[in-house]
């Protein structure tokens, strides 16, 4: 062997060990590349199912947003919320939640909206959503926010008890459109198309007229400013829907005294359990009987009988159903409702159906909602 072969005996131990040593730094930094790679992936995964939840998170709260709606993760909810400096709430989905904050900017000025700046910070729970797998109790965040006016939307109240399909009032008793809550203007006491109000008995009607029976059927229809099919198609949302639902009890109402619900009646001729508040939006025929009472609003699709002693204080409507192509006495109401005649209201008995605006408005109030304004839009708001 040559001597310039012997100088390079025992090469190959090392060169393996420099090959071993370089593969293995470069699958190491391979792994850590790959591990760098899946974390940030998941990282930014995580960040786009918050952004997915803050951005829902806000427009429930913006569109379905009530004091009731709040009810129970937490109370941060008001029934208005131009009175108070924030309000806030947790709206809680299957992969996180959102904490949303809407805290007033600009208060009411004349008739011109308070203006709010809405924030919801989007938290993703899920395993693929923690940006530390080890500590397992960070996750990814991400907070956007919008400018939005609060509306103040409610039911434009012409009487007392205004009934399209006219009254039937039989004994005495007291109509009044004089505001109990004395915040409003009087209204009428009882608003009926011209001719269609029979009394027999003592009847003390009050209110700015007691009674107006001015205008003919075609003249009140146009003047009800209710977009009664839109109601009936889900318009307003309903907390509780009969059948299916339960009607609260007297005792529920006793417990919470800030529970105004909306109560969506299917059954037809379905009759009032007992006492309450709210609204009861009632497709059909409805009555209300013995010495039962109701707090805010009453919308009536047919007729509304109403016997015995009870007293409604808020605002009541009835034979709605003649806005959508039913017509008084002769013709059926729209067969995908109910199949009867749209006939008088009846009230019997001592009864008392009074304008109170603040009973109103308490019942309406899942009709205010915060209203956009639009190119207000930020997505990417800090976190805290």
Same mark, same amino acid.
């Given at each position: 062997?040559?001597?310039?072969?012997?100088?390079?005996?025992?090469?190959?131990?090392?060169?393996?060990?420099?090959?071993?040593?370089?593969?293995?730094?470069?699958?190491?930094?391979?792994?850590?590349?790959?591990?760098?790679?899946?974390?940030?992936?998941?990282?930014?995964?995580?960040?786009?199912?918050?952004?997915?939840?803050?951005?829902?998170?806000?427009?429930?709260?913006?569109?379905?947003?009530?004091?009731?709606?709040?009810?129970?993760?937490?109370?941060?909810?008001?029934? %208005?919320?131009?009175?108070?400096? /924030?309000?806030?709430?947790? $709206? *809680?989905?299957?992969? =996180?939640?959102?904490? !949303?904050?809407?805290?007033?900017?600009?208060?009411?000025?004349?008739?011109?909206?308070?203006?709010?700046?809405?924030?919801?910070?989007?938290?993703?729970?899920?395993?693929?959503?923690?940006?530390?797998?080890?500590?397992?109790?960070?996750?990814?965040?991400?907070?956007?926010?919008?400018?939005?006016?609060?509306?103040?939307?409610?039911?434009?109240?012409?009487?007392?008890?205004?009934?399209?399909?006219?009254?039937?009032?039989?004994?005495?008793?007291?109509?009044?459109?004089? %505001?109990?809550?004395?915040?409003? /203007?009087?209204?009428?006491? $009882? *608003?009926?198309?011209? =001719?269609?109000?029979? !009394?027999?008995?003592?009847?003390?009607?009050?209110?700015?007229?007691?009674?107006?029976?001015?205008?003919?059927?075609?003249?009140?229809?146009?003047?009800?400013?209710?977009?009664?099919?839109?109601?009936?198609?889900?318009?307003?949302?309903?907390?509780?829907?009969?059948?299916?639902?339960?009607?609260?009890?007297?005792?529920?109402?006793?417990?919470?005294?800030?529970?105004?619900?909306?109560?969506?009646?299917?059954?037809?001729?379905?009759?009032?359990?007992?006492?309450?508040?709210?609204?009861?939006?009632?497709? /059909?025929?409805?009555?209300?009987?013995?010495?039962?009472?109701?707090?805010?609003?009453?919308?009536?699709?047919?007729?509304?009988?109403?016997?015995?002693?009870?007293?409604?204080?808020?605002?009541?409507?009835?034979?709605?159903?003649?806005?959508?192509?039913?017509?008084?006495?002769?013709?059926?109401?729209?067969?995908?409702?109910?199949?009867?005649?749209?006939?008088?209201?009846?009230?019997?008995?001592?009864?008392?159906?009074?304008?109170?605006?603040?009973?109103?408005?308490?019942?309406?109030?899942?009709?205010?909602?915060?209203?956009?304004?639009?190119?207000?839009?930020?997505?990417?708001?800090? /976190?805290?």
């Amino acid at each position: 062997m040559s001597q310039h072969l012997k100088n390079r005996e025992g090469f190959a131990l090392p060169m393996v060990i420099v090959v071993v040593a370089v593969l293995t730094a470069a699958l190491a930094a391979s792994f850590s590349s790959t591990n760098a790679e899946i974390t940030t992936n998941a990282a930014e995964r995580g960040q786009n199912r918050a952004f997915d939840i803050a951005e829902a998170g806000l427009e429930q709260f913006a569109v379905r947003r009530s004091a009731s709606w709040c009810v129970p993760v937490n109370k941060g909810c008001v029934t %208005d919320p131009t009175k108070v400096d /924030s309000e806030y709430t947790r $709206v *809680t989905f299957t992969n =996180g939640y959102a904490d !949303v904050v809407a805290r007033r900017v600009r208060p009411v000025i004349g008739t011109s909206n308070a203006i709010f700046f809405i924030r919801s910070k989007g938290v993703d729970t899920t395993l693929s959503g923690r940006l530390n797998a080890a500590a397992g109790t960070v996750y990814a965040e991400r907070t956007v926010g919008v400018y939005a006016k609060w509306l103040t939307t409610t039911v434009d109240v012409k009487a007392a008890w205004l009934s399209l399909s006219g009254l039937r009032k039989n004994g005495s008793g007291t109509i009044s459109g004089v %505001d109990e809550c004395g915040q409003q /203007s009087s209204v009428a006491g $009882v *608003t009926v198309p011209k =001719g269609d109000l029979t !009394v027999a008995g003592s009847f003390s009607p009050q209110g700015s007229p007691p009674v107006d029976t001015s205008q003919t059927m075609t003249q009140l229809q146009a003047a009800t400013d209710i977009n009664w099919q839109s109601v009936l198609n889900g318009g307003i949302t309903a907390d509780i829907t009969i059948p299916g639902g339960t009607f609260p009890s007297w005792g529920q109402f006793t417990a919470d005294t800030s529970y105004w619900p909306v109560i969506r009646v299917h059954t037809n001729n379905y009759s009032l359990p007992n006492a309450g508040r709210g609204m009861i939006i009632a497709d /059909s025929n409805f009555s209300i009987s013995g010495s039962n009472m109701w707090d805010g609003i009453i919308l009536v699709g047919g007729q509304l009988t109403s016997n015995g002693n009870n007293t409604t204080s808020g605002a009541t409507i009835s034979g709605l159903n003649l806005l959508i192509g039913g017509s008084a006495d002769t013709a059926s109401v729209n067969a995908s409702i109910d199949s009867t005649s749209v006939t008088d209201a009846t009230a019997n008995g001592t009864k008392s159906y009074v304008y109170n605006s603040c009973n109103v408005t308490r019942a309406s109030s899942s009709l205010q909602h915060y209203g956009v304004i639009s190119n207000s839009w930020v997505d990417n708001l800090a /976190s805290w």
